[in-house]
C-alpha cells in the first residue's frame, strides 16, 4: 500500500510538471515532455521498471530497491497523470480563461485560484481509476527484489508448499484491496456527474 500511495503522490507532481513542460512556449521543454510520453507510452511497465532500476538506478548512490521501485513506478505513470491533468483542464471553459487574463491575474494565480480547485472534482474518478492500477502494477516490483505483497506472499507459499492457496490467497488480497478503490470511483463518478 505504501508503495502504491508514494507512487500516486509522485506520479501526480510530476505529472503535473509533465504537463507544464508540454504546454511550454520552449520547444526544448516541449520536445523532453513529448519524447518522454513516447517512450513510457511505448514500453511495457515491467520492462520500464527493469531498464529503470538495472540501467539507472543501479549506477546511482542509492541502495534501496523499494524506492528505485517507487521511482520506477512514478516515471511510468507520470504520463498517465499527465493526461489526466490535461483532459480535465479541457473542462474548463474558454471564457474563464479569458476573464483570468481580463483581470490580470498571473499564471501562478490562474492555476492556485480557478484551476487546481475545479481540477480536484473532475480528476478524483481517474486518479482513483489509476491508484488502483498502481496497486496491481507494484507486483512487478517482484522482479527487482523489493519486497511487496505479491513477493512476500510467494516466499510464504514456496516455505509452507501451498502454492495453489498462494495464489488464491493473493488473488483475494488484491481485490479486497481494489474493488473498494473501484467502488470508490463509481461513487465519484456520480458526484461529479450530479
Known sequence: IWISILTLIGSVVLGFL??????SKIDTFRYIGVIFNEIVFGSPLIVFIVVVYYMIWNYLPFESRLYGGVVALT????PYMKNLFEGAIKTIDDLQFQAMTVLGFTKIQQYRYIILPQLVRVIMPPLIGNLTFIIKGSSLLNFIGVPELYNQLTFIQYDNFLAIEGYLLMFVTYLMITIPLIR???????????
Not at 509533465?18 to 504546454?23: G, M, S
Not at 516515471?75 to 507520470?78: E, I
Not at 470508490?184 to 450530479?194: D, G, R
Open 18 to 23: 509533465l504537463y507544464l513542460l508540454t504546454k
Open 184 to 194: 470508490l470511483t463509481k461513487f465519484f463518478e456520480k458526484k461529479v456527474v450530479s
Open 75 to 78: 516515471l511510468y505513470m507520470a
